[in-house]
C-alpha cells in the first residue's frame, strides 16, 4: 500500500475492491497528472461506461451511456473535452459543440459496427426503400449520419422509431440491435447487416449455463445480443439502463452480458452486490488509456474535426433524436 500517494489516496479507496494496490502503483502518476492537466487546460474528459475503472472512477468528470455523452457534449463549458471512448463518440460530441476542441486520445479506437456501413451503402438503401425514413445508429460515422433522417442509441431507439408515425423504416447498421426493436413494436424495420464485434458473441446458451451454475442470477443484456440472448435475459438495455436496474433492483447476483469493465464500474457503486463476469472485452474501447489521455492534453492531440458539409447534415441527425 505504500505506493498510493496522499493525493491520490481518496480516489484509491473509490476503486480498491477492483483495482489491486500493485496496478494501482502504476496509475497514479497519470492521474496525479491529468488532474492537473485539466485545470491548466480547462478540460473536461467524457468517459464511456465500458471505459477501464481507473479512468472511469479517477479521471472522468461526466460518465454515461452513449445517449448521456451526446446530451452531456452538447452543454459542456469547457474549453476542450476529451472523449475517452470511441471514435463516433468523439464526432458526436464535435457535432453537438463544433466551437471546443474535442481531442480523441486514439485515432484508432473504432467500432465494429461503424465499419459496417459506409453513406454509399445509405444512399443505396434509400434508392432501393424509397421515401422509408432511416434510423441511424450513433455508431457510426459522421459520413453515415449525413445520409440519415434521425440518429438513434440503444437508450432511445423505440422511442426514435415509434416518434416518425410511419409503417416501416430502415434500421442501421446494428442488424441485431434491429431485430431486437422490431420485436417490440409493429412498425416494420429493414435492418443492414453489422455487428458489434463484442455482442454477437454471448450466447443462450451462455444464460442457461449461468443460471444452472447461478441459480436465482439476474441476467442483463445489451441490445446488441443476438435476439435469442435478449429473449432469455431477464432485462435488456442500454449500458445506463442496466447500470440503474442493478441500482433499483439490487439483486444478490447479477451478470451484465456486455463488456467487461461495466460490471467493474457497477460494481464500485454496490459493494453488497455479486457481479459474475464472463467478459468479452471491446479491444477498441480498451485502446485509451490514462497514459493516452495524459499525451492528449499536453500535446492536444488528435484533434477531431469533420467537414462542415458532412458536419451540417450529421448535426440535424443527432439533435432530432435528443428531441424526441
Ligand atoms: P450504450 O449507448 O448502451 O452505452 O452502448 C454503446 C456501445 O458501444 C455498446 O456497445
Ligand atoms: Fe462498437 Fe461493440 Fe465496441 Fe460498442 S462494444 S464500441 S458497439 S465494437
Redesign the pocket.
Known amino acids: 500500500m505504500s505506493a498510493v500517494l496522499p493525493s491520490s489516496a481518496s480516489l484509491y479507496d473509490r476503486v480498491r475492491r477492483v483495482i489491486p494496490p500493485i496496478e494501482w502503483s502504476v496509475f497514479v502518476e497519470d492521474i496525479d497528472a491529468i488532474l492537473n492537466l485539466k485545470r491548466q487546460r480547462n478540460a473536461v474528459i467524457l468517459a464511456?461506461n465500458?471505459q477501464t475503472p481507473e479512468i472511469f472512477h479517477c479521471v472522468a468528470d461526466i460518465v454515461g451511456d452513449s445517449l448521456a455523452l451526446a446530451r452531456e457534449a452538447m452543454t459542456v463549458d469547457a474549453d476542450v473535452i476529451v472523449i475517452a471512448?470511441?471514435h463516433?463518440m468523439a464526432e458526436t460530441a464535435k457535432l453537438l459543440n463544433p466551437d471546443k476542441t474535442v481531442l480523441i486520445p486514439d485515432l484508432d479506437a473504432?467500432?465494429?459496427?461503424?465499419d459496417s456501413i459506409t453513406a454509399e451503402d445509405v444512399r443505396l438503401m434509400r434508392q432501393r426503400y424509397p421515401s422509408v425514413p432511416v434510423v441511424t445508429y450513433v455508431?457510426t460515422s459522421a459520413a453515415v449520419k449525413a445520409e440519415s433522417d434521425i440518429c438513434c442509441t440503444s437508450g432511445n431507439a423505440l422511442a426514435v422509431v415509434k416518434s416518425l408515425r410511419v409503417p416501416r423504416v430502415i434500421m442501421l447498421p446494428?442488424e441485431y440491435l434491429a431485430k431486437n426493436i422490431a420485436a417490440q413494436t409493429k412498425v416494420e424495420i429493414i435492418a443492414w447487416n453489422g455487428r458489434?464485434?463484442?455482442?454477437e458473441r454471448f450466447t443462450a446458451a451462455d444464460i442457461r449455463e449461468l443460471r444452472e451454475a447461478h441459480p436465482g442470477i439476474s441476467v442483463l443484456a445489451h441490445p446488441?445480443c443476438p435476439p435469442e440472448v435478449v429473449a432469455e435475459a431477464d432485462f435488456a438495455g442500454s449500458t445506463a439502463a442496466m447500470s440503474d436496474y442493478v441500482a433499483r433492483h439490487r439483486p444478490a447476483r447479477v451478470v451484465l452480458m456486455?463488456?467487461c469493465s461495466m460490471s467493474d464500474n457497477v460494481a464500485v457503486e454496490h459493494p453488497e452486490v455479486d457481479f459474475v463476469r464472463p467478459c468479452n472485452l471491446?479491444?477498441?474501447?480498451k485502446r485509451i488509456t490514462l497514459a493516452n489521455i495524459r499525451t492528449a492534453l499536453e500535446e492536444n492531440r488528435h484533434v477531431v474535426t469533420i467537414d462542415p458539409h458532412v458536419a451540417e447534415r450529421a448535426r440535424w441527425a443527432v439533435e432530432r433524436m435528443l428531441f424526441v
Open positions: 464511456h465500458y471512448g470511441v463516433f473504432g467500432c465494429s459496427l461503424a455508431n446494428d458489434c464485434e463484442v455482442h446488441e456486455t463488456e471491446c479491444p477498441h474501447m
